[in-house]
Nanobody, 123 residues
Framework: QVQLVESGGGLVQAGDSLRLSCVAS????????MGWFRQAPGKEREFVGG????????SYADAVKGRFTISRDSAKNTVYLQMNSLKPEDTAVYYC????????????????WGQGTQVTVSS
């Protein structure tokens, strides 16, 4: 059974940084793309960023390009989302996700989801 467990969310001020972590279990970590989605109140869940199976390719939503960085550590079965220069509009529940291809994830699809971690950015 695939499990994705996120951590690292919290309440920060605009301009601050946060790093989210997601530990994956239940499947061969390096065989699947990993990434992050978010859902703000009253809005649909949206793709934030993803990293390919090898870690050699990444993809980001336009809203976070240049501020967020995604990376993966295969030895720890962990994917990270480094969020810098946070804005109030980044406030959302952030979900870890995994699917076979990064291109599939970038179109908004995932096979599995974590339980989510809240990120709140105050102005």
């Amino acid at each position: 059974q695939v499990q994705l467990v996120e951590s690292g969310g919290g309440l920060v001020q605009a301009g601050d940084s946060l790093r989210l972590s997601c530990v994956a279990s239940g499947r061969t970590f390096t065989s699947y793309a990993m990434g992050w989605f978010r859902q703000a109140p009253g809005k649909e869940r949206e793709f934030v960023g993803g990293v390919s199976r090898s870690g050699g390719a990444t993809s980001y939503a336009d809203a976070v390009k240049g501020r967020f960085t995604i990376s993966r550590d295969s030895a720890k079965n962990t994917v990270y989302l480094q969020m810098n220069s946070l804005k109030p509009e980044d406030t959302a529940v952030y979900y870890c996700a995994t699917t076979f291809l990064l291109s599939t994830m970038a179109r908004g699809a995932s096979d599995y989801w974590g339980q989510g971690t809240q990120v709140t950015v105050s102005s």
